[in-house]
């Protein structure tokens, strides 16, 4: 199976297309260098190209604080980005899985959150990858929807590596 990678320069983007390619597929991994996902044309263009069965869209705005104060461009990679991948994928009869996030829920809750249940964003991050998850719904239906909570892998940067390295310079942390 030939599968497309957005964001293949991040941290999530990089392990998909490393485990890809474990298993046995071709992983065809771009990044804002190869293909701007706020461009639908740049999006057209290099993902008919590729030709692919099947795309895993990883590349996102993922500063959730920043977001806040940039409400625009975070909405421009999050949403409209997606909405262009998501029209692509409809055209070529594709299948897309978007990777999203528990963002869009409200925080408040005693269980575990269910797919179906209310998406109610309480901040920009949250309420543009809401409208990423609203432009696949509205545009596909060969479509896969993960919301996770936090990535960490080998490349790039995370909590885990962060805490690590805390540890070696102090003896005590309080997170």
């Known amino acids: 199976m030939k599968v497309f990678v957005t964001g293949v ?26 293909m701007d996902i706020t ?23 993922t500063a959730v604080d920043a977001a806040e104060d940039n409400l625009e461009l975070c909405r421009r990679v999050n949403a409209y980005g997606t909405e262009n991948i998501a029209r692509v994928c409809r055209d070529l009869d594709i299948k897309m899985m978007y990777i999203s996030t528990d963002y869009v829920f409200n925080g408040q809750g005693i269980r575990p959150w269910e797919p179906d249940d209310e998406r109610e964003p309480l901040n920009v991050y949250g309420l543009t990858k809401y409208e990423g998850e609203l432009a696949i719904e509205q545009n596909l239906t ?8 936090w990535v960490f892998g080998v490349n790039g940067k995370n909590f885990i590596k962060t805490m690590l390295n805390l540890g070696k310079t102090h003896d005590k942390l309080t997170v």
Not at 50 to 58: K, N, Q, T
């Open 9 to 34: 320069k991040g941290q999530l983007g990089h392990d998909v297309v490393d485990e890809l390619e474990k298993r046995g597929h071709e992983a065809i991994g771009v990044d804002i260098d190869e």
């Open 39 to 61: 461009d639908a044309g740049s999006v057209d263009r290099v993902i008919r190209e590729a030709s692919p069965d099947a795309v895993i869209h990883c590349a996102a705005y």
């Open 142 to 149: 060969k479509y896969f929807t993960v919301r996770i909570a």
